[in-house]
């Protein structure tokens, strides 16, 4: 149920289903076979797929081109839209497509008092879902204008990963929905954030170091605009251990 034209090199999905089960089965199998047959190449074009977490593999590029949404099914979707790895290398997301997390689907009701949605599963009895999340993985680039927009959770997570180079993203998340912060590498190292807007509720950068996972150490943020209902640039919530070398370099807040 795809189309690799002649010469591309690069598996093409195309016409959406409103079945997440078909767009998941479809979109899986041509990320694990380009990741497996040397291809390594996939791109899906225009419209909304909802889907179930789709896992990009080693030396793989995985192209959402312009008015294509791979979008989160509330409470469907566990953990992220599009994960990377665990123990996955060589990996390139491009845009300018939009990874979209529904976000305004997924409230149990809404407080006038507070200006603020909260949201289903607010006690944490069920995950809510990143738009992208690296786990365990090294030398992965996100670039190309790639959108990723009103998660339930943190927008773009990046948990014990290496060599991370993020340049030209846009970062959205509803400002009446908690929990939903732009850009969090957690435990990382060598990790550039460049050319690129972020506009969230929750915090908009918040490096962290978790105990069991090790270190941050060299964080590069330049040519960043920022708007955040809560921090901008936050430290934290876990500085279980160090956190060194890290710049942030002509931010606009």
């Known amino acids: 149920s795809f189309e690799t034209p002649v010469g591309d090199g690069c598996i093409y999905i195309k016409n959406p289903s409103l079945s ?28 909304e797929y909802p889907v179930l977490r789709l896992m990009v593999k080693s030396n793989t ?33 491009e845009g300018p497509g939009t990874l ?14 507070d200006n603020r949605m909260t949201p289903y599963n607010d006690d944490g009895s069920a995950p809510r879902t990143h738009c992208l999340y690296i786990v365990n993985s090294r030398n992965v ?31 959205y998340g509803d400002s009446r929905f908690p929990n939903n912060d732009g850009f969090d590498p957690q435990s990382c190292q060598n990790v550039t954030l460049i050319n690129s807007r972020i506009d969230v509720a929750d915090d908009g950068v918040c ?8 270190p941050l150490t060299n964080l590069y943020v330049k040519n960043v605009t920022i708007r955040s209902k809560s921090h901008a640039i936050k430290f934290g919530s876990n500085t279980d251990t160090l956190m060194s070398n890290i710049i942030f370099d002509n931010i606009t807040i």
């Open 20 to 47: 997440y089960e078909e767009n998941t089965k479809r979109i899986q199998y041509a990320l694990d076979v380009a990741s497996t047959d040397g291809q390594g190449c996939v791109s899906v074009g225009s419209g």
């Open 100 to 113: 979209y997390g529904n976000a305004e689907q997924g409230w149990d009701y809404w407080s006038a008092y």
């Open 141 to 171: 680039v996100v670039r190309g204008g790639l959108n990723l927009h009103n998660a339930t959770d943190w927008t773009f997570r990046m948990d014990n990963s290496s060599n991370i180079f993020v340049d030209d993203v846009d970062i």
């Open 61 to 93: 590029k995985f192209i959402l081109q312009a008015e294509t949404k791979l979008v989160n099914v509330i409470n469907k979707t566990l953990v992220s839209i599009v994960q990377v790895g665990p123990n996955v290398e060589n990996v390139t997301l």
């Open 207 to 214: 490096p962290k170091a978790d105990a069991s996972m090790g």
